[in-house]
């Protein structure tokens, strides 16, 4: 029996689940929680081995999709955020008369560079891996950084962020671990294209970590998914530009709403 991950739910209406990214947790989410839960029913999930799921220790990318979607509402519109994107878009490819809408936010179907494909280079985790060893608070928090990167508020993004994330337990080491192993090795450009239920593509033009081009790239890999850029953003446009993120994930939730 799969152990239950912490979930959090607010407010009444169609159901949308949030997926947090690597090193963070379900609490990420709260300034715009606040504001969603006025006309959706929001599910917040601590992935394991992050925030208060961090006792039940590292799972693969399989297993992740795999406990997401045991615990998660039978049909809901699931919207996945950087490592979160990868997990909502594998959980809609293997189970997709479950989610009525797919939403990925700073995200890529292949977080590393490749051949001819923008992305984070293999050093760059690579040192983050290492970094890990030594401190890993510290690295977390310049991954925060680096989220920020760009924003005309990034100070206040950073506080902001860490103030929501530490203010659970910090994540496991192993699950930070094995969390960047899948933003170096997952790839699901081969089979992105047969999501079959509405897709919304959001970026930050200034993001470092999923550079612009993919957002571009991805037309072709989707063509009949929306794509949502947000030209002052960076890593984390649901912070930074929090008032545009939530008018444009209303208008397209209500617009494909079943």
């Known amino acids: 029996m799969t152990a239950p991950l912490y979930w959090q739910t607010e407010g009444e209406g169609s159901d949308l689940v949030l997926i947090h990214g690597w090193g963070m947790n379900g609490a990420v989410w709260q300034p715009i929680v606040e504001q969603l839960s006025a006309d959706y029913k929001v599910h917040t999930v601590d992935l394991s081995g992050y925030g208060h799921s961090a006792e039940l220790g590292s799972a693969d990318f399989d297993q ?75 690295t977390v928090e310049r991954f925060m950084a680096l989220q920020a990167m760009g924003s005309p508020n990034a100070k206040q993004d950073i506080k902001q962020v ?29 089979t992105i294209s047969q999501l079959s239920m509405p897709v919304c593509r959001m970026y930050g033009r200034l993001d470092g970590l999923v550079p612009i081009k993919v957002a571009h ?31 444009e994930l209303r208008s397209f939730l209500n617009l494909h709403n079943k």
């Open 64 to 138: 992740m999709v795999t406990q997401v979607l045991a615990q998660a509402p039978e049909k809901a519109a699931w919207l996945g955020w950087s490592l979160g994107g990868l997990i909502a878009t594998q959980a809609a490819l293997v189970a997709p008369d479950r989610i009525t809408q797919l939403i990925t936010v700073a995200s890529s179907p292949r977080f590393s560079a490749d051949k001819g494909w923008r992305g984070i280079k293999s050093i760059v985790l690579s040192q983050f891996t290492e970094q890990l060893k030594q401190d890993f608070t510290l």
């Open 162 to 190: 860490k103030n929501a994330v530490f203010s659970r337990p910090v994540p496991n080491q192993e699950a930070l671990a094995t969390g960047l192993s899948i933003l170096a090795d997952i790839d699901l450009r081969d």
């Open 217 to 247: 790239d991805m037309d072709d890999v989707i063509p009949n998914s929306t794509k949502i850029i947000f030209d002052s953003a960076s890593h984390a446009p649901f912070i930074s530009h929090s008032t545009e993120f939530i008018a």
